[in-house]
């Protein structure tokens, strides 16, 4: 799937310098850092935010997640008056936006959504960013990225942690240590039949 007509007509029509960058089918921002070999921090994540206002668009780097409490106080500041701050299901991005569920771009502007930037992102000068395309993205420099969305920056992230309930692919850090211990002493078992 190429990048959607609407963001591409979009770019084409600001006039933004950016460069297509195809890979193969992925469905979160750590996939695609993975598939084409770059930094997390390089990679813009982005995640539409339901307030009791209206929808937001935020952006972040993918090595980082949402704080909400931090966003709410951002939006409160910039003189929203938000009392609820949450990430909606994903049906709401199907029925409201009419994508399909995980693809909606971090082009704010194309579905007129205000866009929210972590200040993160202004550490890298050049990142990829989500079209709405599974297997394209856009690499952009991030002065350009600016010029083009006029983000509201502020600091709304905080970094991923291991839980004791999951974050990892085995289940979590406690039981990634479990299963560590077992092996080890199974090896030792074997070492002590061998001598």
């Known amino acids: 799937m190429p990048v959607p007509k609407q963001i591409k007509n979009y770019l084409d029509k600001k006039g933004a310098k950016y460069a ?7 469905y979160t921002a750590y996939d695609v850092a993975q598939t084409l070999k770059k930094k997390l921090d390089e990679i813009v994540k982005n995640l539409l935010v339901k307030t009791n206002k209206g929808f937001i668009l935020v952006l972040l780097p993918a090595s980082k ?12 500041a910039k003189g929203m008056g938000v009392k ?4 909606p299901k994903e049906g709401a991005m199907v029925r409201i936006f009419k994508v399909k569920p995980g693809a909606l771009g971090a082009f704010g502007s194309v579905h007129e959504l205000e866009v929210y930037m972590d200040k993160n992102l202004q550490k890298v ?10 297997t394209d993205s856009v690499e952009m420099a991030m ?34 240590v479990k299963v560590a211990k077992k092996i080890v002493k199974k090896i030792k078992k074997v070492i002590k039949k061998r001598k």
């Open 65 to 76: 997640r949402v704080d909400l409490n931090k966003l709410k106080k951002l939006l409160n």
């Open 125 to 134: 000068k050049k990142a990829i960013f989500p079209t709405g395309s599974f």
């Open 84 to 87: 609820k701050v949450e990430i």
């Open 20 to 26: 297509i960058v195809t890979h193969k089918k992925v």
């Open 143 to 176: 002065k350009e990225f600016e010029k083009l969305e006029k983000p509201i920056v502020g600091m709304f992230s905080e970094a991923k942690k291991f839980s004791a309930r999951g974050g990892s692919a085995f289940g979590g850090k406690k039981k990634v």
